[in-house]
């Protein structure tokens, strides 16, 4: 299921400078969650399904092998995880900068590899109050400089 910024008013349509998806994932699989290597592999193929290009991994597992925060870095954002097998719970958040990714499909990929009981979403456009015409400029002062 998806919320806010996917719901009634896609933010396609709306142009800031990167796209955040917030999500809040219950009932998952305990044993997934708690897998270091399945959560890396998860995202890194998120990334991929997003358009997006992955620039490095890094991973950690706390408390004796349970909980595990991830983080997928890209040239467009990050992908991050970060679970509590012992409730099922993570969280998880997709970032995106640039035109042509799109959150929402490395959204259904994890989403339909943990196959949450319940999922909490929504998206926030980041960058909404930064000038895309001074950005053009510094762009160009950048080349011809």
């Known amino acids: 299921m998806r ?7 896609p933010s396609r ?5 990167g796209r955040h998806l917030i999500l809040e994932l219950t009932g ?3 044993l997934l ?3 270091v290597d399945f959560l890396e592999d998860l995202l890194t193929k998120a ?6 290009t992955i620039v490095g991994t ?3 597992r706390f408390d004796d092998g349970q909980g595990v925060s991830a ?7 990050h992908i991050s995880i970060h679970t509590w097998p012992e409730l099922g719970y993570a969280a998880l958040d997709i970032y995106t900068c640039g035109e042509n990714i799109d959150p929402w499909k490395a959204y259904d990929l994890i989403i339909s ?6 999922v909490g979403a929504f998206e926030v456009i980041r960058g909404l109050n930064v000038s895309r015409k001074n950005l053009q400029l510094q762009k160009a002062s950048i080349r011809d400089g």
């Open 71 to 77: 983080i997928i870095v890209l040239k467009e954002s």
């Open 33 to 35: 969650l708690s897998d």
């Open 3 to 9: 919320v806010g910024g996917q719901a009634g008013n």
């Open 58 to 60: 890094y991973s950690e």
């Open 47 to 52: 990334a991929v399904a997003s358009g997006a």
């Open 113 to 118: 590899r943990l196959e949450p009981e319940n």
């Open 13 to 17: 349509d709306v142009k800031g400078l």
């Open 28 to 30: 998952c699989d305990r």
